[in-house]
């Protein structure tokens, strides 16, 4: 059945690496989001797609990266310049209607840097 | 001034009771309007869109005020599962590409 998918779910890392987090979508949605959530606090938009081989800088893109080379896939790169790369990260996928079209999330991704 | 501003609560209240959240946004070009909810540690799930002319869904009724630049959810009967984090989604723009979520509010039901 269609769906977000999002790996891995947990990930450890030690700092200054980088790290890759994997979104997948088989919703055939032309819009896919990343954003961020630390403890307490709503979702912050790092970078959004709203078709292949193009996306813009949400409100906290410095030390992120993103690509999307094929409709179905959104990875998210976390830089060593992110300072604070701890948090939990959702990628979401949006039906192609703007005006009434809902985001649909996947199931997250918690990072830890040590 | 921030984009999406909610009163973070918690709120707290018995079973049964009326519960009712605001959210107030910034641009007056957005053109979408949602509320999420978000159990902890979960991803957040579509409660409701939220039309111009106000629309309910069981015991969840949201409304928009464009004039005021706010949109709200009334729970009513509440129960013990609607004990949740409650985010308020507006679209950045009058394009409707971005999607930015208010901070949520906390609601505690307790029996």
């Known amino acids: 059945d269609g769906g977000i998918t999002q790996s891995p779910k947990y990930l450890f890392r030690k700092e200054g690496q980088n790290v890759t987090l994997s979104c997948e979508q088989n919703?055939?949605?032309?819009?896919m989001y990343w954003y961020r959530q630390d403890p307490g606090q709503g979702l912050r938009l790092i970078y959004y797609?709203?078709?292949?081989?193009?996306?813009q800088k949400g409100d906290i893109a410095e030390g992120y990266s993103v690509s999307r080379e094929k409709k179905e896939s959104f990875p998210l790169t976390v830089t060593s310049a992110q300072k604070n790369p701890t948090a939990f990260y959702l990628c979401?996928?949006?039906?192609?209607?703007?005006?009434?079209?809902?985001?649909?999330f996947g199931e997250g991704s918690r990072l830890t840097v040590l | 001034r921030k984009e999406v501003e909610q009163d973070p609560g918690p709120f707290n209240v018995p079973e049964g009771a009326t519960v009712a959240f605001n959210c107030t946004y910034s641009?007056?070009?957005?053109?979408?309007f949602f509320w999420y909810r978000q159990d902890c540690r979960k991803e957040p799930k579509l409660l409701m869109s939220v039309y111009s002319s106000g629309n309910e869904d069981g015991r969840f009724t949201a409304q928009l005020n464009r004039a005021s630049q706010y949109i709200s959810l009334l729970i009513r009967d509440s129960k013990l599962s609607d004990s949740a984090t409650y985010l308020c989604v507006v679209t950045l723009d009058r394009a409707g590409t971005a999607l930015i979520f208010g901070k949520g509010t906390t609601l505690s039901v307790s029996s």
């Open positions: 979401a996928s949006r039906t192609n209607d703007r005006i009434t079209g809902e985001l649909f």
């Open positions: 641009n007056s070009a957005s053109q979408s």
């Open positions: 919703l055939n949605h032309d819009a």
């Open positions: 797609s709203q078709i292949v081989n193009d996306f």
